[in-house]
DNA sequence: AGCACGCCGACT
DNA sequence: GTCGGCGTGCTC
């Protein structure tokens, strides 16, 4: 029997199978989506077994080492959808299967030294170090600076080495005891009043139960339960423990809401489909406080009762701690989450929950669009729009594509939710190709909140310098008189803080990167987004020495400073990268504000979503037109987006809520229909202007990146590259290019950029696997090449 | 991606 | 004459 592999080394040479002899032993456990080991030229590493034959045209065959798996990890339809993510995004086969499992499964190898023989001469540094250790690491050698050495000891036969796949996922186990039989639980003596508890409670609760568990309830001591376990009492066993993120917490359960009549004509045709095993894809278009929600959990349920399963997919940022219980509270432990919060150990016991068929539910971020299910019975993604659904790195899929494909392969229903679509999304819904729902009232028939819109310029008129209109100010004054709550937003992208130099205007940049270096107060350091280098703030400008420089820019913590100064009897919380870096401290922070201890949440991003405190009624955005100046044509898109989200956080109860918005560009229709939060006359508008400028949903666009660290050599083979697609593609598309990508060099390599809009290129996908396959040479003056099949980030 | 093989300049 | 630089090509 021959196995076909796909190894795990991400080049192109090596995007292919790779046949194995399967030795006689492994014969019924191997078979297609399980993983083995296999020798590699000299190393060993990491298979996927893709198919099995008896005949292959490859004469001299390895054997297979051995398997990983027992069951394949991935099912009949992920391992087909792999091949069309390959197809669709132009990635590595590897990289389309590596990318469907947690990564803690992704095998890690490493490097051993071993003596040859064991009593030889070796110098006596090195005859140290193996008496220390043996088998030696590599990690261990490098750090003696012995690899030379090593080397040539390997060169004489005295050392070998080997390499060892180590798998980092592990089972968390745990001792457990059992009770053994009720009945001899008499025989305990009566003077054994540890025991007795013990048996008392075992008998009260679960039969079964983790050792550590049994110690704190009945404070008996390990002894106790030795001797226990060895008079018979009690059976000792070790399970197999699931991490529970979320085990601290209990879950009230929740019933079902009424829905309202709006609702009702909503969900119908969902369950329609549902019920009769079909795609379809919706477009759930609401308000914020509309109950979408609602129509996601009864959807579920109508699923869950089908015995069928649903994956429910959310913005990294909006998986809160609220949203996570609306889930456990409806449908209990039958819920898996999968998010970045959680370790990389808790992932991967949520993903066996999955595999195994333990939970029917799961609640996560992008990638859980790829979980193990067997029979979906609904996808749902809710805030469609959202950015953080495309995958920037290889594979560049977009998690609404891979929804769509996999529940056609399942004949289910997908659900886009939004209170703001994207564009492509709408004009599908318009089209005709989703089908479009539409809630128009609020469920607690709130009015939607009052928005101010505040001109800056005007404020700067008036001699007002801070970043606090007049308005704003004195609102927030009203709302602590009040003891009511407020939300300060700030978009701090493209616009970070950094340090100029008052007398030379010199901008402190990143060495290696074409960005300007991001002030971080809390090490006092200068910081570089793109290549993480770092350096010390400094004292005089670099440029002219002077010693005026000054930090710009409005960050946070400036923010949470110029309040303070204004009005010190505020008490603020702020949430930013720096403050919620550590694990549960982002639910610290909003159960805190939540309990009042603050008048004031002030952050970026990702206070923009979810959050829902009844006493919060009013909301300020300090500058609504950072994000519209970034070389985007999706700038508008998400100015409206993001205000409209942010309005939402107002008066979501029974006190009425009320917005202000800064900006410097008050006429902008993103910012003046955010007021009305008029999505239909924004998406009109917007179609004009994406109809003249020839975008998305116009047009499709495909993005070619090269980068070397020779600026012409990058724009050379752009330009090659556009000349290539110029002669091959219609006179209706449009290739944009070469020219200089907006972050023209990271890490010290030049970037260069070709931008494709087209209509109908049936042959783009075929010719862009071409010039990939061409560019992509792996030599040491080689350019690197990237394509992004439709971006959503042009930089 | 690794790694071995293999062909030309500065050393014993 | 050898050691070692890193260009080239292979991995079932």
Redesign the pocket.
């Given at each position: 029997m021959i196995a076909?592999v796909i190894?795990d080394?991400?080049?192109?040479?090596?995007d292919?199978?790779?046949?194995?002899?399967v030795p006689e032993a492994l014969t019924s456990v191997v078979q297609r989506g399980i993983r083995v080991i296999?020798?590699?030229?000299?190393?060993k590493i990491q298979g996927f077994i893709l198919s099995l034959k008896e005949e292959?045209s490859?004469k001299?065959?390895?054997?297979i080492e051995e398997v990983v798996d027992i069951e394949p990890v991935l099912n009949e339809e992920l391992m087909s959808l792999s091949e069309w993510l390959t197809d669709q995004t132009l990635c590595y086969r590897i990289s389309a299967l590596q990318v469907m499992l947690p990564a803690a499964m992704k095998a890690k190898?490493n490097?051993f030294f071993h003596l040859i023989e064991e009593k030889q001469h070796l110098p006596s540094h090195i005859k140290e170090l193996f008496e220390k250790e043996s088998p030696l690491t590599w990690k261990t050698a490098d750090a003696h600076h012995v690899l030379k050495d090593l080397q040539?000891l390997?060169r004489h036969r005295k050392v070998e080495?080997k390499?060892v796949v180590k798998q980092s996922a592990n089972v968390k186990k745990a001792r457990f005891v059992e009770l053994a039989d009720e009945k001899l639980m008499n025989e305990i003596p009566g003077n054994a009043k540890k025991q007795q508890l013990v048996s008392d409670h075992l008998l009260k609760n679960a039969r079964k139960m983790a050792v550590t568990d049994l110690k704190e309830a009945t404070g008996a001591t390990s002894a106790v339960i030795k001797t226990m376990i060895d008079k018979g009492y009690l059976i000792e066993s070790f399970n197999e423990l699931y991490r529970d993120p979320f085990q601290e917490r209990t879950f009230e359960k929740t019933e079902h809401f009424k829905l309202t009549d709006d609702q009702k004509t909503a969900i119908a045709p969902i369950l329609e489909k549902v019920n009769s095993y079909e795609q379809q894809t919706f477009l759930l278009h609401g308000v914020t406080g509309s109950g979408k929600t609602e129509i996601y959990l009864q959807t579920i349920d109508q699923v869950l009762k089908q015995k069928r399963q649903a994956i429910m997919l959310v913005p990294e940022i909006s998986l809160t701690p609220q949203m996570v219980q609306r889930f456990k509270g409806r449908f209990g432990d039958q819920v898996a989450v999968m998010h970045s919060g959680l370790s990389v150990g808790e992932k991967y016991d949520e993903w066996r929950k999955i595999h195994r068929g333990e939970v029917n539910v799961v609640v996560g971020a992008r990638s859980a669009i790829f979980a193990p299910f067997k029979k979906l019975g609904v996808i749902i993604i809710d805030e469609e729009h959202e950015t953080s659904y495309k995958q920037e790195d290889s594979p560049r899929y977009h998690a609404r594509d891979v929804a769509i494909e996999r529940s056609n392969r399942h004949g289910c229903p997908v659900i886009l939710g939004s209170a703001t679509p994207s564009l492509e999304s709408f004009a599908r819904a318009k089209k005709g190709n989703y089908q479009l729902l539409e809630l128009e009232y609020r469920m607690n028939q709130q009015d939607l909140p009052e928005v101010k819109i505040i001109d800056m310029r005007e404020e700067l008129r008036e001699g007002n310098r801070s970043m606090f209109s007049r308005d704003l100010l004195e609102e927030i004054e009203k709302r602590i008189e009040k003891k009511e709550q407020i939300v300060l937003f700030l978009n701090r992208r493209g616009y970070s803080s950094f340090i100029m130099c008052r007398d030379c205007g010199t901008v402190m940049q990143c060495p290696h990167c074409e960005v300007s270096l991001t002030y971080h107060r809390s090490k006092e350091s200068m910081k570089c987004h793109y290549c993480g280098h770092e350096e010390h703030v400094p004292e005089k400008c670099p440029e002219c020495e002077s010693e005026h420089i000054r930090y710009f820019g409005t960050g946070t913590q400036k923010v949470e400073e110029e309040l303070f100064k204004l009005m010190p009897h505020v008490k603020t919380i702020r949430m930013d990268v720096d403050t919620t870096s550590k694990k549960g401290s982002h639910e610290k922070l909003l159960s805190a504000f939540d309990r009042g201890e603050a008048d004031v949440l002030l952050g970026t991003q990702m206070i923009a979503k979810g959050l829902d405190f009844p006493n919060i009624t009013l909301v300020g955005v300090l500058s609504a037109d950072t994000m519209l100046h970034l070389p985007d044509f999706r700038a508008s898109e998400k100015t409206f987006q993001l205000l409209t989200q942010v309005s939402g956080r107002a008066g979501r109860h029974d006190k009425p809520g009320e917005v202000i918005i800064q900006t410097y560009t008050p006429e902008h229709f993103s910012i003046e229909l955010a007021k009305t939060q008029n999505y239909e006359w924004f998406y009109q508008k917007e179609m004009m202007m994406r109809k003249t400028a020839q975008y998305p949903p116009f047009y499709y666009i495909s993005l070619i990146t090269l980068s070397h660290e020779n600026v012409n050599k990058a724009a050379g083979v752009c330009n090659e590259i556009a000349d290539i697609l110029k002669s091959r593609l219609s006179d209706q598309s449009i290739i944009l290019g070469p020219v200089a990508s907006p972050i023209a060099r990271i890490q010290d390599k030049y970037r260069y950029q070709c931008i494709i809009k087209y209509k109908h290129e049936p042959e783009l996908k075929t010719l862009l696997k071409k010039i990939l396959d061409q560019y992509?040479d792996?030599?040491?003056d080689a350019v690197t090449i990237h394509i992004d099949v439709q971006p959503y980030i042009m930089m």
């Open positions: 076909s190894v080394v991400p080049a192109k040479q090596i292919r199978t790779f046949d194995y002899k296999v020798p590699f030229g000299p190393r292959s490859v001299k065959l390895k054997s190898y490097k040539e390997i080495m390499y992509s792996t030599g040491k």
